[in-house]
């Protein structure tokens, strides 16, 4: 026992706070186009390397290389691009109107726009996302209505959701988007379940939920991939991994021991990892998980490699727990740059069309919001009271009637 | 004294303990280095080191868990789960384990564990940053539920939850974090400087968990409340101008029955205010109590006011919210039954 070493109990720290140089050494980044790509309908046990490569398609001169080109359309590079930027024009102006008192609370996707956007293209129209609150890339890539996004941010009388949810925390089923919680990990499951609903129908649809990298340690994570395994359920399960759980960095959640992609391997389902600011990689790899699903071969876990550029939300300021320009040295870049860059290196994109895009995607973002403003800002207008007691249950209870009729609507 | 709000007078607590026994620790999401989403743990790392107040994965059945381990071991964590709502997941760990561990094991492992959760509405959380959810924990025989309503209490009450041996649940009000509010979101915000238990001595002192504070005496009714109702009620009592007792229950289990009764037997009436919805709530408990304890005392229905029975609606924050015109109300439906 003298010889024992005391035991020490280890907390793991990031490698750089405020104040300190941000620092990606550690990281390793196998090249754009290194990363083999197996067949799809290749069996699992041959693929077990893939959760410690990258899948990565655009290298640094903006050039698609290697097997996991997905040789799109230029039509299909415009709609993305488009839609990426509207998310982070959308973004910026949103997270201002929470400045200035016009909501309660705002939640950006920046940085992590290619993955929402490249997924939402990808799959069908009838296949079903199951999100988290930094994915409204889907609903732009879909064309939602941006009128009726504000108004559910304002909670006014035009809300979607009758002001019963926290700004941002969307449904829209006709989009192919589930409804948002604030809880983390418990629609995981639920995409699971969705997926083995169409399964046992003989449908031909398949789901894509996503978690963040924090979120990985939750129960409902585990649990979700072992019935995916278990049932082959056409899923594909996504982990963004965008470095931050609010304050903590990823290896709070376990990324200094292994990656997040690998997680798939105790469960015997591939595991892939994806430069997730590389909209030409996301899109491939989620073509090549959604066609394996489509062959009744089951689930795939995806770990989209992100940055989160912005805060949490707008109730925390980033520079108080990481060095404040740790976003812009950030080795996989900006997906907005990448994939504008790669449009030009094509041909098909300038500076000037760019500037263009984006001036039109700020007067159609300024539009829907004095539209939103004009029904009114948080509290300025409200959904009718009476609405508040509705879809409790299908059809209200005694307690609510009573309730609803002491308030006098 | 120093004045202070209630996050810095549980930072204190907290600074006090970790200070005084090497057998506290604290850890939960987003409290270590960045001190937490609401501040309670600003500066502890710092202090006290990395092992003393630590991040954890974002795994609130983990949080419980591994809590319940360490105080089985000996040591004494007090843990945060980062808003009430989000610790369901927790619950197989609340119910099934922290509160039998000591009745099932006949006393040989127990688990000395202080649960500390922000919750309760009135600052736009929506249904997932809002919620009130006492009745749930107050019905698990083994577990303890505190609840304090200022900074002299909260820092009291934190001390003597700690060195507590048994599991306890300490819901802190983060509506009143910062001043106390008395349910009118339309009048300009308070902090707490003035208010006399705002006033919080340095050093270690414990508020005894099961006495409730009696806040203001009356003759005519018995207010029961608790957190941000307290200021609720006063703020109720007055526009009715009824004189009315105030109780301050401050810890829901154990409940302090004695001065419940005390009250109500000598106004003869009851009115309980809790902002958790009204069915199934904590209220219904007390009125079951106060009946079986004073009905011969009674000279009106006992009232209840409550949240409704809907999740918390963002837009409607203030028409869910059980504010002073309701409680006028039940004061003065009850002063003329």
């Known amino acids: ?3 024992q070493p005391r035991l020490t109990l280890h907390i793991p720290e990031p490698p750089a706070r405020p104040g300190d140089h941000p620092d990606f050494g550690g990281m390793k980044l196998p090249k754009a186009g290194e990363t083999a790509r197996p067949d799809v309908d290749a069996a699992e046990p041959t693929m077990r390397d893939m959760p410690f490569g990258m899948i990565r398609v655009l290298d640094d001169g903006h050039h698609a290389v290697g097997p996991w080109d997905p040789h ?13 930027m509207l998310t982070r024009a959308f973004d910026d102006r949103l997270f201002r109107a929470h400045r200035q008192g016009k909501t309660s609370f705002y939640m950006k996707s920046t940085g992590e726009e290619a993955i929402a ?13 199951f999100p988290t609150y930094r994915v409204v890339g889907w609903l732009m890539a879909r064309n939602y209505p941006l009128l009726d996004l504000v108004n559910q941010i304002f909670s006014n009388a035009g809300d979607p959701l009758r002001g019963r949810q926290l700004p941002i925390l969307y449904s829209a089923r006709d989009y192919g988007f589930y409804s948002i ?11 699971v379940g969705w997926a083995m609903a169409s399964a046992y129908k003989g449908d031909d649809r398949i789901a894509l939920a996503y978690v963040g990298e924090g979120t990985t340690a939750e129960g409902g994570f585990h649990e979700a991939i072992t019935f995916a395994s278990v049932y082959r359920a056409p899923v594909i399960l996504c982990v963004t991994n965008n470095q931050w759980a609010i304050s903590s960095f990823s290896g709070i959640a ?6 997040f992609a690998a997680k798939a391997l105790a469960y015997g389902i591939p595991g892939l990892r994806v430069d997730g600011n590389d909209f030409l990689a996301v899109w491939a790899a989620t073509q090549w998980a959604a066609e394996r699903a489509r062959l009744n071969l089951g689930a795939t876990l995806i770990e989209l490699f992100t940055y989160r550029a912005s805060g949490h939300s707008t109730a925390d300021d980033p520079a108080k727990y990481r060095p404040a320009d740790e976003a812009l040295q950030w080795p996989l870049g900006d997906p907005i740059e990448r994939l504008k860059g790669h449009l030009i290196a094509l041909g098909e994109w300038d500076d000037e069309r760019h500037a263009a895009l984006q001036s039109a995607l700020e007067d159609e973002v300024r539009a829907a919001v004095r539209a939103g403003e004009a029904i009114g800002t948080l509290g300025k207008s409200k959904p009718e009271l009476a609405s508040m007691f509705e879809d409790v249950f299908k059809q209200p209870d005694w307690r609510v009637i009573e309730q609803r009729r002491e308030m006098g609507v | 004294m120093p004045v202070m709000n209630m996050v810095q007078a549980l930072n204190n607590a907290l600074d006090e303990k970790l200070g005084g026994d090497p057998n506290v620790l604290i850890f939960g999401e987003d409290v270590g280095y960045f001190g937490g989403v609401f501040r309670v743990t600003d500066g502890l790392q710092a202090k006290h080191g990395l092992t003393r107040c630590f991040d954890t994965p974002i795994a609130e059945g983990g949080i419980i868990a591994t809590a319940i381990g360490m105080g089985a071991y000996g040591l004494r964590p007090v843990v945060e789960i980062q808003f009430a709502d989000y610790i369901l997941p927790a619950f197989d760990q609340l119910v099934s384990e922290a509160a039998r561990l000591r009745y099932r094991s006949n006393g040989e492992f127990w688990a000395p564990l202080t649960v500390r959760t922000p919750y309760g509405g009135g600052i736009f959380g929506g249904q997932t940053h809002s919620q009130s959810p006492e009745a749930i924990f107050t019905h698990v025989v083994g577990l303890k539920t505190v609840v304090p309503s200022n900074p002299y209490d909260a820092k009291g009450l934190l001390i003597a939850a700690i060195e507590d041996d048994d599991p306890v649940i300490i819901l802190e009000p983060k509506r009143i974090y910062n001043g106390p509010f ?7 915000l308070k902090t707490w400087a003035g208010h006399p238990k705002a006033e919080v001595p340095e050093g270690l002192y414990r508020v005894p968990l099961g006495k409730a504070a009696v806040v203001r005496e009356g003759r005519d009714i018995t207010v029961l409340a608790y957190g941000t109702m307290v200021h609720v009620a006063l703020a109720g009592i007055e526009e009715a101008g009824v004189d009315a007792e105030l109780l301050d229950l401050r810890s829901l289990v154990p409940l302090d029955i004695e001065a419940i009764v005390a009250s109500v037997r000598k106004t003869g009436r009851c009115v309980i205010l809790h902002e958790a919805s009204r069915f199934g709530g904590f209220g219904g408990e007390l009125s079951a109590l106060v009946q079986e304890r004073c009905f011969d005392h009674l000279k009106a229905p006992i009232e209840r006011v409550a949240g409704w029975d809907t999740p918390y609606p963002h837009a409607f924050e203030w028409d869910y919210f059980p504010g002073p015109a309701r409680l006028v109300a039940a004061l003065r439906r009850a002063m003329e039954y």
Request: charged fraction near 25%; hydrophobic fraction near 35%.
């Open chain 1, 181 to 191: 919680s604030g809880n983390l990990g418990s629609r995981f499951g639920h995409a």
């Open chain 1, 72 to 84: 799109l359309d230029v039509d299909i590079l415009h709609r993305g691009l488009r839609a990426m």
């Open chain 1, 117 to 129: 956007v490249a997924q939402s293209l990808m799959l069908g129209a009838r296949d079903m996302c």
């Open chain 2, 182 to 188: 008395d349910g009118h979101h339309d009048r300009p």
């Open chain 1, 254 to 259: 376990g990324a200094n021991e292994t990656t």
């Open chain 1, 1 to 3: 026992m003298d010889n």
